[in-house]
């Protein structure tokens, strides 16, 4: 049985040595056992170029280990200090503007500035030398939180120079590259790799081919300037390696530095989400104000157990109000217990709350922690202590395994940003929605990256809004024989950005074809024969395929052919789980009816509830209050 743990988020470095024994002793006592340290502490490790001052950092690693804990150190690259720019003037990212970003906060640096990715290299071998083998260093974080404060576009010398060459290795000739782009359009045409510039400041819209080649090229640059750091640590610890990624952030392919990985974690901020990172109506974000919306950790803990190839935690989960959101409401009480318990029966191997004493000064003095700036303990301290507890009864373990599998692919996201033909059409709430859907029936479902070979694990399978269809998918779509959903938007771009022909969605043995796209703005919606309708983007569908469902003027809005399905639009969140219900039916999955707010999860050997409601509510013969989490053996 995987174990399962609790810690937290700790700054030795912001507080005077005489308070990081007490600190560790309280730490332990309230059951946590992993401590993450270092991540931004640079100006501290080296305040002068070449001047290095670990003993601080050694001391702190004895105390935190001493009293019990198991430190995972962070690699300080997202703080670059301020001498680092006196060294390398031109590191910094630039924004669409063509501006550079400034010193004076963090992550201020290029993913493209081969100077920077050096002095990482050169920080990282140190680190890695003095504490790879450390008895208390349990395990790595590299970085901190890539493409977060929208790091990963940049626009600077640097980016455009390795871009150049990217697109000279990709293309081989401009003639190819022009051909591949469609440059004849407008006149575009290059003749020499070193005309290219990058696809921000033109005139109106740049060519999509320009701007997609330019998503596909920021993203292998985070994977390389995170491979520069594994290659330093690999030969240097046998601790597991791990990123933070973020919630809701599809910059780069998180499943390509996963692969690079041990462990994936993000940092799950639920409120702020609610507040800031989802599209939902004005009641929806009323009710959940203090405990997020229902699907959204749940949809990132499934991401990421993807992204870590089963490995995954939760490094970093609110405790109490954050600062950073344009509204940061309070949790209910329980929501800091029942937010760590859905990790774990999602299979976290751990959960570490953000931070452990909030900070008085700097940017985010209104951060709450599991304890206040005067040291007295926050609300959501008696909550950690109670989920350390219960933790000790040995109830979690490995996550069941999905009964549906829904399709991410980070280059669909790039594709209908680059080209949304809509306001509304966006990828991430596209699947928010679809995964909604599954757990409104109570099913477990897993993320899927878009090359899987082997798709046979799940009777039902959810791909919508996968802008390109690859050849692995398309091989292991047509041995699956289980019931696959499709659309919209499914095959309707190649990698070049550029409409194939024969029309989308040319999917094997589906005689169905997209004769024309609609979207629409809010408000406007498709209505459905027999109820539901279709909102944002509508599709007609030309060919022979069976209709299962169609709108109210006859045309086809749900195709088939067997259990491959096509679905001609978006369907709003009721008819969407009307739909999945029928499909999981097909597919010979039980399905049920959750009340609003409550989910649930199997682990293997329990199944457990989540009352995300402001409300108690009964639910599967139990009451659940507000907050509430239950459990029972399977
Ligand atoms: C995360 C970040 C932390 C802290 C936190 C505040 O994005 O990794 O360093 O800023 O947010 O909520």
Redesign the pocket.
């Known amino acids: 049985m995987t174990e399962q743990a609790l810690g937290v988020c700790y700054y030795p470095e912001h507080w005077p040595e005489e308070m990081w024994d007490e600190d560790a002793q309280r730490m332990a006592s309230a059951g946590l056992t992993w401590v993450r340290i270092g991540e931004f502490a640079w100006s501290r490790l080296e305040p002068a170029p070449g001047g290095l001052e670990f003993d601080w950092l050694d001391r702190a690693i004895d105390v935190l280990g001493r009293a019990g804990l198991r430190v995972v150190l962070g690699t300080p690259t997202a703080t670059p200090p301020r001498w680092m720019l006196d060294r390398h003037p031109d590191m910094l990212a630039h924004d669409a503007e063509g501006r550079p970003r400034r010193f004076g906060a963090r992550r201020h640096y290029c993913f493209s500035h081969e100077g920077y990715r050096a002095e990482c290299r050169r920080i990282v071998t140190l680190l890695g030398d003095r504490y790879g083998r450390h008895p208390h260093i349990h395990a790595w974080q590299i970085d901190?939180?890539y493409g977060?404060h929208d790091t990963t576009l940049s626009y600077s010398p640097a980016a455009r120079a390795a871009f150049r060459d990217w697109c000279a290795r990709r293309y081989q000739s401009p003639e190819a590259l022009n051909r591949a782009w469609g440059n004849v359009f407008w006149s575009m045409e290059y003749d020499e790799f070193d005309q290219i510039d990058l696809p921000n400041l033109t005139v109106t819209e740049p060519n999509p081919a320009h701007v997609m080649a330019f998503r596909r090229f920021s993203s292998d640059q985070v994977v390389a300037f995170n491979r520069a750091q594994v290659d330093v640590l690999r030969v240097r610890t046998d601790a597991p390696l791990i990123h933070?990624y973020?919630g809701r952030e599809l910059a780069f392919d998180h499943f390509t530095v996963g692969a690079d990985l041990d462990v994936a974690s993000w940092?799950s901020?639920p409120i702020?989400f609610l507040s800031d990172r989802i599209a939902a109506t004005t009641a929806h974000k009323r009710r959940y104000l203090r405990q997020g919306d229902p699907d959204m950790q749940a949809l990132h803990h499934d991401l990421y157990r993807a992204v870590g190839r089963g490995r995954w935690w939760v490094m970093?989960q609110q405790p109490g109000p954050?600062n950073?959101a344009p509204h940061n409401p309070a949790p209910l009480p329980g929501m800091a217990r029942l937010w760590a318990w859905e990790a774990f029966a999602h299979g976290a191997e751990a959960v570490l709350y953000?931070r452990w004493r909030q900070a008085p000064f700097a940017q985010?003095q209104h951060?709450a922690g599991l304890l206040r700036p005067d040291s007295a303990d926050a609300p959501g301290l008696a909550e950690a202590a109670q989920v350390a507890r219960e933790l000790a009864e040995g109830l979690a373990g490995a996550t069941a395994p999905g009964q549906a599998a829904l399709i991410w692919d980070y280059a669909a996201a790039w594709a209908w940003e680059t080209q949304p033909q809509g306001a509304d059409f966006d990828y991430f709430r596209l699947l928010h929605a679809a995964y909604r859907a599954l757990r409104r029936l109570g099913l477990n479902v897993d993320i899927v990256p878009p090359d899987t070979a082997d798709l046979s694990p799940w009777p039902l399978v959810v791909a919508p809004g996968l802008a390109t269809l690859s050849g692995p998918f398309l091989t292991a779509l047509s041995r699956h024989d289980g019931v696959a959903l499709l659309g919209p938007r499914t095959g309707a771009k190649t990698e070049e950005m550029a409409i194939p022909v024969p029309l989308p969605p040319a999917l094997p043995g589906l005689d169905a074809t997209v004769a024309l796209v609609e979207s629409l703005p809010p408000g406007v919606t498709v209505p459905l024969e027999g109820g539901g309708a279709l909102a944002h983007w509508v599709e007609r569908l030309e060919g022979t395929a069976e209709a299962v469902r169609r709108t109210e003027d006859g045309a086809p809005a749900l195709v088939r052919a067997g259990g491959l399905h096509y679905l001609a639009g978006w369907p709003d969140d009721d008819t969407f789980r009307d739909i999945l219900r029928d499909l999981a039916g097909a597919a010979g999955i039980e399905t049920a009816e959750m009340p609003e707010g409550v989910r649930r999860r199997d682990t293997a050997t329990h199944r457990f509830w989540f009352n995300y409601g402001p409300e108690p509510v009964d639910c599967d013969g139990r009451t659940l209050p507000p907050a509430g989490v239950a459990w029972e053996a399977l």
């Open positions: 901190n939180e977060c933070n973020m940092d901020y702020g970093e954050v950073w953000f985010e951060h």
